[in-house]
């Protein structure tokens, strides 16, 4: 993903077992999504179907935005950040939204200057659709696809010591994957919602046999063989529910309200193409504090457990994005700094909203942001020491962003963040809050 990557190393980006309960829980859940409509409309007062288009009063809202930036990690490139979605008052807050994003970096081979390589290519859509099929039921489809040729990897744990200098043969690996994903997301009563989704990802990799990936999955210590498996071609299958409290004034730059998430998420292996069976709860908890009409908090707390036979990759995320570096995580690290099973984190956001304006009878809002970021990784439920260390081990980034709404529905973010894992300095630029 775009908003995962834009981060430079020393520059920035500019411009730019437990398995049967989740198998049957999986099925309960599935057959709710089926039912659940139906049963509604049997037991419950008439539902109103969809709110019909008031075509007359319906309009499109379009933004986009390009982006040109360069590092010493994916060298020169461009894409874009666009957006297009369907509004009409009838149908809150839009009939439906599709975005978009591409980029693709070049660079220079380092033994031959002449010849030019493809380090990183990222795309996506994303389409949401708020009443599909019924007026309670929303849709969010996302095809993708990204290539990366430098993938971070020093060691398992809190505690793993990165190098004064970065050498790709050495700390980096290369990792394609193409996904598809889909989601439901059921109104159950007012502010709850129940949400079933599924995605399939294909994964192939590119390692050097010299480098410390391969060395610590051939040669480490049992424990850390055990977690990290290998890294052959392979694809892996995803199921997901959750329950949401949702409050919230507005999905794409939320003043007031909560959003609160307990997801599960499981994957079965089913043969020798998908080879791990392993589960993932996440708990997700934030807050959005006004001050006044043009100032508030936003605060997000996040805890993240894996266990089963994780692929080594998703030790680094929570969800479908870096825990520990990155746009969405602990900014100010370097992307999948750091790996383990066990993540807490917290994100504190100042957000300002200081001027509004037009352009070409466009609305725009032209807003900042303060944050810090912070939180702890443990690389298993068993204590390990020698990886984690023994004291506290706070990882942290501090920093400061624009922000640039158009319309209702589409979000420019800039965000610049220290911490003391930078290189100097991480830079990003993506659309949407981070949270």
């Known amino acids: 993903m775009i908003e995962?990557?834009?981060i430079g190393r020393c520059g920035a980006w500019v411009g730019v077992p437990v398995c049967r309960y989740f198998r049957a829980s999986a099925r309960l859940a599935a057959a709710i999504a089926i039912v659940a409509p139906a049963a509604?409309?049997?037991?419950?007062?008439?539902?109103?179907?969809?709110p019909a288009v008031d075509t007359a009063e319906a309009k499109r809202e379009f933004g986009i935005v390009p982006i040109a930036g360069g590092n010493t990690d994916y060298g020169l490139g461009g894409g874009f950040l666009t957006n297009l979605a369907r509004l009409a008052p009838a149908v809150p807050p839009y009939a439906w939204r599709l975005e978009a994003a591409a980029f693709v970096s070049f660079k220079a081979k380092d033994a031959a200057p002449s010849e030019w390589v493809n380090p990183y290519q990222d795309y996506y859509f994303l389409l949401t659709v708020p009443h599909f099929l019924h007026e309670r039921l929303r849709l969010e489809l996302r095809p993708s696809y990204t290539r990366e040729t430098t993938q971070r990897y020093y060691g398992l744990g809190n505690a793993s010591v990165a190098p004064p200098d970065e050498i790709p043969d050495r700390d980096f690996y290369g990792r394609a994957h193409p996904t598809l994903s889909t989601r439901l997301r059921w109104d159950v009563a007012g502010d709850v919602f129940v949400e079933l989704g599924a995605a399939y990802t294909e994964n192939w990799f590119e390692l050097d046999p010299q480098s410390t990936l391969v060395t610590d999955m051939n040669a480490g210590a049992p424990a850390v063989r055990e977690l990290l498996g290998t890294a052959t071609r392979h694809g892996v299958l995803l199921a997901e529910h959750a329950l949401i409290y949702d409050t919230r004034d507005s999905e794409i730059a939320p003043q007031y309200g909560q959003y609160h998430q307990l997801k599960i998420r499981y994957s079965p292996a089913?043969?020798?193409?998908?080879?791990?069976?392993?589960?993932?709860?996440?708990?997700?908890?934030r807050f959005y504090l006004p001050f006044t009409t043009r100032l508030g908090l936003a605060v997000r707390a996040v805890g993240d457990w894996?266990?089963?036979?994780?692929p080594f990759y998703e030790l680094a995320r929570y969800e479908d994005t870096f825990a520990f570096g990155g746009v969405n995580g602990v900014r100010g690290i370097p992307g999948q700094r750091y790996y383990g099973r066990i993540k807490l984190f917290s994100n504190v956001e100042l957000r300002a909203r200081l001027l509004d304006f037009s352009?070409?009878?466009?609305?725009y809002a032209l807003g900042g942001a303060?944050?810090?970021?912070?939180?702890?990784?443990?690389?298993?439920?068993?204590?390990?020491?020698e990886l984690d260390g023994t004291g506290l081990g706070l990882k942290y980034g501090l920093g400061g962003g624009?922000?640039?709404?158009?319309?209702?529905?589409?979000?420019?973010?800039?965000?610049?963040?220290?911490?003391?894992?930078?290189?100097?300095?991480?830079?990003?630029?993506?659309?949407g809050h981070a949270f």
């Open 306 to 310: 894996q266990f089963g036979d994780v």
């Open 370 to 385: 303060l944050f810090t970021d912070f939180g702890r990784l443990w690389t298993d439920f068993a204590s390990h020491p």
């Open 359 to 363: 352009v070409f009878r466009k609305p």
């Open 40 to 50: 509604n409309a049997a037991h419950a007062s008439p539902a109103p179907e969809a």
């Open 4 to 6: 995962r990557r834009l």
């Open 270 to 285: 089913v043969g020798g193409h998908l080879p791990y069976e392993y589960g993932q709860a996440n708990a997700t908890f």
């Open 402 to 431: 624009v922000r640039l709404q158009q319309g209702k529905t589409f979000v420019i973010r800039v965000d610049v963040a220290w911490s003391p894992d930078a290189r100097p300095i991480g830079a990003y630029l993506t659309a």
